[in-house]
Nanobody, 123 residues
Framework: QVQLVESGGGLVQAGGSLRLSCAAS????????MAWFRQVPGQEREFVAA????????YYADSVKGRFTISRDNARITVYLQMNSLKPEDTAVYYC????????????????WGQGTQVTVSS
C-alpha cells in the first residue's frame, strides 16, 4: 500500500499563487507516476499534471500549461504543484494520485489517492 497526504490548499485571490505538496509513504518503491487531479462538485475528476517518478518527464492539461508546474523531491518522496496566475475556474478540490504504471492521463490507472485539499480562487 501507498499512503498520500496533500497539503497547501487555501483561499487566494485571482492572479495569486499557491503551492501544493503531496508526501508519499508505504511501498513507495512501486511508484512510477505521481500526479494531480482536481474535481468540482457535479463534475468528473480531471487531470491536471503528472510526473514520471522514475524517469523525469512531466505532463500537463492544456488548461494549466504555462501557469502550473509539477516538481518532485526524491529524497523526501514528495511531489509539488506550483500554481501561478490562478483563475476562479481553478477552484476545486485537488487530489494527489500515484500509479505503478505510466498511463498519465487515465484516471482509472491510478491506484492510490490522497484525501484532497481545497483550493478556492476569488474573483
Amino acid at each position: 500500500q501507498v499512503q498520500l497526504v496533500e497539503s497547501g490548499g487555501g483561499l487566494v485571490q485571482a492572479g495569486g499563487s499557491l503551492r501544493l505538496s503531496c508526501a508519499a509513504s508505504g511501498r513507495t518503491f512501486s511508484i512510477a507516476t505521481m500526479a494531480w487531479f482536481r474535481q468540482v462538485p457535479g463534475q468528473e475528476r480531471e487531470f491536471v499534471a503528472a510526473s514520471s517518478w522514475r524517469y523525469g518527464p512531466t505532463y500537463y492539461a492544456d488548461s494549466v500549461k504555462g501557469r502550473f508546474t509539477i516538481s518532485r523531491d526524491n529524497a523526501r518522496i514528495t511531489v509539488y504543484l506550483q500554481m501561478n496566475s490562478l483563475k476562479p475556474e481553478d477552484t476545486a478540490v485537488y487530489y494527489c494520485a500515484a500509479s505503478t504504471n505510466t498511463y498519465y492521463y487515465t484516471i482509472s490507472r491510478y491506484e492510490y489517492w490522497g484525501q484532497g485539499t481545497q483550493v478556492t480562487v476569488s474573483s
